[in-house]
Nanobody, 117 residues
Framework: QVQLVESGGGLVQPGGSLRLSCAAS????????MGWYRQAPGKQRDLVAL???????NYANSVKGRFTISRDNAKNTIYLQMNSLKPEDTAVYYC???????????WGQGTQVTVSS
């Protein structure tokens, strides 16, 4: 049973920083990729950042240069360092893990990030 548990969300002022964590109940090396998605009220869930098992990364254009995704295989955890936060970054952030064989996707419960003065 795969469980993903996010933490680190909260309220921050514009220009501030937060670091999200996603701890997996299994070895993250078993996943082809892991990532962060976000969903604002009334909007679809969108990709924020991806990292694969080789630590290759991919980012949404809206967060490039501000957010950094990373992984710690020893702790079975991935992170999302968010800097220069903007009000439009406000959303529920979800951790995702994907396996190729069999094709399987897993989601965390989400953590709220609110950027407001």
């Amino acid at each position: 049973q795969v469980q993903l548990v996010e933490s680190g969300g909260g309220l921050v002022q514009p220009g501030g920083s937060l670091r999200l964590s996603c701890a997996a109940s299994v070895s993250i090396a078993s996943f082809a990729s892991m990532g962060w998605y976000r969903q604002a009220p009334g909007k679809q869930r969108d990709l924020v950042a991806l990292i694969d098992r080789t630590s290759s990364t991919n980012y949404a254009n809206s967060v490039k240069g501000r957010f950094t995704i990373s992984r710690d295989n020893a702790k079975n955890t991935i992170y999302l360092q968010m800097n220069s936060l903007k009000p439009e970054d406000t959303a529920v952030y979800y951790c995702n893990a994907y396996r190729n064989f069999p094709p399987s996707a897993y989601w965390g419960q989400g953590t709220q990030v609110t950027v407001s003065s």
